[in-house]
């Protein structure tokens, strides 16, 4: 089930980088949802690579194609498959990966793992896995919003030391689509710009940190004590490549407070229960209070630089690796429909949940 | 199955604060492994609360008996339940509970979901539910080591702003036990400890790391996309009680580099595959390349504090509630034996699932 | 997960027939359910050995504790762990069975696999492990009945040639109740008890079928296309001790009808749609269809006869062995509350299951 | 996940009988086993309707495509994609079950669930579902063959009164393929063709018996208590449409022996433990004893007959509607690729739990 995500909101994606494309099956979407590939293609455009001049140009459409689970144009309740064709197959790019392990990529492990890889263009451990979840997460994003009124919201919030100033509460998807690093904060977003273009012309790369925002979701989604929704979350954004760290409202830095500063205090306000602060990040005790849901996801500088590095090669001699072709020096403008895609299809998950064992109640 | 964790080697916990006990069904323990309640009880012993002046003295014995899954003092392969009964009642101590929600406690949130709680000790909520883990998580250190010859440890690397400095390639248990704070930097520990006396003393709480490492675990566990080890690390640890963030390897301190700084070149060394450096804390596209697996996870300052704060009753009427009873300023010397259980049960899971898949192989 | 049963209503059951006791945890519970070992204990009691004249007596009360998950009465939606103790130990009775495999008993298929068992009383091979499954299935059965209107009932059908007439619509549990083979024909119960007596006094053992109904089952509960209801009811049905087949509807009598005979014909009827017939079963595709739910279970002669067998010796020598202690000739009585238990446990899962999907429709 | 089957070895199906296709993802699969699709497809033809003269010719070719999850003709241990096109649309031939609900159909209980239909063909609940399963059953039995040296075979039975005499040990494939009803008793055979033919005229259909057969499986597979091998046979074989009945070993005929008659006495021969009969079907408390396992499976006569039968329209008028288009008027041929399939999967998902658990002891 390394595959699977979701305990009832279910996907399970497939396809390596090389091959007959790749693709999700999505069980468990209610019926009687509107949904056409449009649904869908927004977001693998906002994922795909080579969108902009920070990276290299590449062709793939990277079209949807709704092969099951819908008539008329409205989902049935039965598994949704979605599949995108491999377009860009450019293996000779490639052909020094069958014989090197890429340093800090997956080369190495899976074939210590499988006893077998598919080298042309990472095969599994490409970055195109991804587009099954994004797929998914579109329509996660459409059940939160259409069903439960939840908006989930992702984007750039810091390039190596470059900081933006977002207010979560307000930030809008118009802002983060405004550039092409999708940072909302216009000021930080040109130095972000500035910082990659230098990493590309340097054949460098970088990372830094997304943050993610679920408005809207009510009290009591998220179910403890394992599948706590910040447990659940932390796990969607670790399984993303490349990224190396998670937290949620206060976060590291709640080590610097002390409990009475730190503590969240309840106050009624319009009928509800809120906190007057939001360092919980809207969740206390694996459940949604009802207040902003945020968090933040760190990505590390991507392995691929097109710089010769030391490695070893499949038959375990020590030797020497110069990265080629594409060259996408910073992940985190596509990370960003990652996150919010992950997200979505936890948060989707959750409330499908708490409507089985608390819808009777 | 929000009480389950793991898919092979899987664990449900159960139990309140107040009630029958606490306890674990672990289902998939490999058959004619060694097992005692004695195997147990020193976990238990280091999670328990109330161990040493830094916290309030607690009664409690919790001792784990073993009620099944056992025959003449090995195990069987069927299920092995663990009941730690509760005996420290003192309902009183907690009775305005009954009427208030705590500050940043999951009061709210588990009575907004389920429509009633357990208030007295928390119910669920309290940190007892760690038993059944810290239990289970003794079983899977057993085998991680036996079988596998796979060392899991954790320690508090961090109280506040002040960071221990550990070896984490050598550091022992007994340098990790030989203090109070569960730090084995000694030079760190008697300031956190300090720190940990005043925050008392102020009747508030503080906050830090603690870091987890395992040694010895092969190449190969993990299962991509979604298992990824350190996704599923993440999530086991954002399901601790308190626990705000988590990070692997080079974590948010990896923005800081490039991608050319941060990659681990792979060399050859005593006829295997290892890298330079580690900064991928041991982990590559999801699967362990062989090097030390370490991560950090961060706790906020816990929520119990003893002063008055402003917050909600349950008739949703604005009030203010002060700590009363047991006070345990940090949690972080008792996080230490959670962090390694939670670890061990990961690992112990990947393990027997990467023999699923490829021990045919 | 071999000892959970359930995607949304999972139970797990624990135990050997001796240790510490048996028991079960059951997750997934909605909250606010009025529960106490009150609402158990009658099932116990009804699957428990030596209830009547036709089987050796036997003194265990087997009497029910809830360990956590209620608070004041009421289920709290957390995990609800019910125990047994085990009490009436004679492990002496059972001495010859350390060292030779009952033959039809699963002694030697447990030592295969495992490599090791817990000879005394069958270890987790006894019957007592169904204990666990009857205290959740009491739940079960009181969720189905308070929440959703659904009646779920048993009873013995046939003992071997005698089988009896039975009006699966209207048959109550007084009926079955009133006579110790849980028979509700009287004429046929009779015969059965004089053919178990007769069973008994020549050391042997004798098989039947039981037969299980649901009523008011509304339509659009089961899960297609692997989670079918009668997939799922045949899964519950084969897992039980000593049984042997399962069909749902005209089942294996069905081969015998041609299509045109078969099929259930679509009528209107106080404005809902129904069938003429029921050669379904109560489903169609794998869901319910708002008609009768029935289905027959088939059980084996029990393998305990106080004759003595040919076997093999657990150091691989051919050898004797003869059936000493409890003789409990047929399995049928005790059988029926724990075919009321799986049933209703399989379908108060559907019914969170469907919710979880569809009550968003 | 009620379009996934099997825990280690998971299938999940997807696709309607009309639009984009159908398939499956089979995730866990082993690396390392050469695959290509030519392994895939001699079992989809045997599950292709309109093979021979006793049912309407269909023009379909079924072809399966393998879109992820191999390179160079070895599997990777990623999930395999497999799609296979419809291309037979002929929607017009039923368009009257747009309005309609065919009787022992699941049309009704498919709109009752989910409140929409994809009339055309019966959407997902039409045969054409099976494909994704009898692709990955292929593969299932590949590995069961070449890993374990297991294999797995089934044939008819029994059509309606005509009973087949096999001999379970020593029947081949190439004597099921002999003939078109899939029965390797020739003159059974013979008559089955002719009580088919016959039907087939009639516009009716009819009934039978699918035996199952796996020789080779080695003592210690199946999980108790829940998932018991004959547990899971069950439910594979009721997740097969139309199947109504399913039992093993001795099954409901065990119900006329006594237990002394019944029991199968244990014996050395060959250096092995095995039985002197074989009534258990191979497994003794749900784990494999290492005798050959059989059991049986109950197909009722499909529901698609060419007369006027009374029925209910979508808006819930009565109505009578009358069988178009193709008819197969037998479905048990087609259903002999379908239960080695599910034989299969269940077969391979338990070698891999015990390879899990077992592996260490």
């Given at each position: 089930?390394?595959?699977?995500?979701?305990?009832?909101?279910?996907?399970?994606?497939?396809?390596?980088?090389?091959?007959?494309?790749?693709?999700?099956?999505?069980?468990?979407?209610?019926?009687?949802?509107?949904?056409?590939?449009?649904?869908?293609?927004?977001?693998?455009?906002?994922?795909?690579?080579?969108?902009?001049?920070?990276?290299?140009?590449?062709?793939?459409?990277?079209?949807?194609?709704?092969?099951?689970?819908?008539?008329?144009?409205?989902?049935?309740?039965?598994?949704?498959?979605?599949?995108?064709?491999?377009?860009?197959?450019?293996?000779?790019?490639?052909?020094?990966?069958?014989?090197?392990?890429?340093?800090?990529?997956?080369?190495?492990?899976?074939?210590?793992k499988?006893?077998?890889?598919?080298?042309?263009?990472?095969?599994?451990?490409?970055?195109?896995?991804?587009?099954?979840?994004?797929?998914?997460?579109?329509?996660?994003?459409?059940?939160?919003?259409?069903?439960?009124?939840?908006?989930v919201?992702?984007?750039?919030?810091?390039?190596?030391?470059?900081?933006?100033d977002?207010?979560?509460?307000?930030?809008?998807?118009?802002?983060?689509?405004?550039?092409?690093?999708?940072?909302?904060?216009?000021?930080?977003?040109?130095?972000?710009?500035?910082?990659?273009?230098?990493?590309?012309?340097?054949?460098?790369?970088?990372?830094?940190?997304?943050?993610?925002?679920?408005?809207?979701?009510?009290?009591?989604?998220?179910?403890?004590?394992?599948?706590?929704?910040?447990?659940?979350?932390?796990?969607?954004?670790l399984?993303?490549?490349?990224?190396?760290?998670?937290?949620?409202?206060?976060?590291?830095?709640?080590?610097?407070?002390?409990?009475?500063?730190?503590?969240?205090?309840?106050?009624?306000?319009?009928?509800?229960?809120?906190?007057?602060t939001?360092?919980?990040?809207?969740?206390?005790?694996?459940?949604?209070?009802?207040?902003?849901?945020?968090?933040?996801?760190?990505?590390?500088?991507?392995?691929?630089?097109?710089?010769?590095?030391?490695?070893?090669?499949?038959?375990f001699?020590?030797?020497?690796?110069?990265?080629?072709?594409?060259?996408?020096?910073?992940?985190?403008p596509?990370?960003?429909?990652?996150?919010?895609?992950?997200?979505?299809?936890?948060?989707?998950?959750?409330?499908?949940?708490?409507?089985?064992?608390c819808?009777?109640?």
């Amino acid at each position: 089930m390394a595959n699977s995500f979701g305990e009832l909101f279910r996907i399970t994606t497939w396809g390596e980088s090389h091959g007959g494309g790749v693709g999700v099956v999505v069980d468990g979407c209610p019926p009687r949802l509107a949904l056409t590939a449009a649904d869908i293609q927004p977001d693998l455009d906002r994922r795909r690579p080579g969108q902009s001049k920070i990276v290299t140009p590449r062709k793939e459409t990277d079209a949807a194609q709704i092969l099951s689970g819908t008539f008329d144009g409205y989902t049935l309740g039965t598994p949704i498959s979605i599949w995108v064709k491999n377009e860009d197959a450019r293996s000779e790019a490639y052909s020094e990966m069958a014989t090197k392990f890429r340093p800090s990529h997956a080369d190495f492990t899976y074939f210590a793992k499988y006893g077998i890889r598919a080298w042309p263009g990472g095969g599994r451990t490409s970055a195109r896995e991804t587009i099954g979840r994004v797929a998914a997460g579109a329509i996660a994003k459409k059940i939160l919003r259409e069903r439960f009124g939840v908006e989930v919201l992702a984007y750039v919030k810091q390039v190596q030391r470059i900081a933006a100033d977002v207010d979560r509460e307000r930030v809008k998807l118009s802002e983060v689509e405004s550039n092409i690093v999708r940072c909302p904060d216009a000021a930080a977003a040109d130095k972000m710009v500035r910082a990659i273009e230098k990493a590309r012309r340097a054949g460098d790369s970088l990372g830094g940190i997304v943050e993610g925002v679920a408005r809207g979701v009510p009290p009591g989604w998220g179910e403890p004590v394992f599948d706590r929704l910040e447990a659940d979350l932390a796990k969607a954004m670790l399984s993303l490549p490349a990224s190396k760290g998670f937290d949620v409202g206060s976060g590291f830095d709640s080590i610097l407070m002390s409990g009475t500063q730190h503590n969240d205090l309840f106050r009624m306000k319009g009928g509800k229960v809120r906190t007057l602060t939001n360092r919980s990040g809207g969740i206390q005790g694996g459940i949604s209070n009802g207040e902003l849901i945020y968090f933040r996801v760190a990505f590390k500088p991507v392995a691929t630089v097109m710089h010769e590095q030391a490695t070893v090669s499949v038959e375990f001699k020590n030797t020497k690796l110069k990265g080629r072709g594409r060259h996408d020096p910073c992940v985190l403008p596509r990370a960003v429909p990652m996150v919010e895609a992950m997200t979505a299809l936890v948060l989707v998950d959750h409330a499908l949940r708490h409507q089985a064992q608390c819808g009777l109640a």
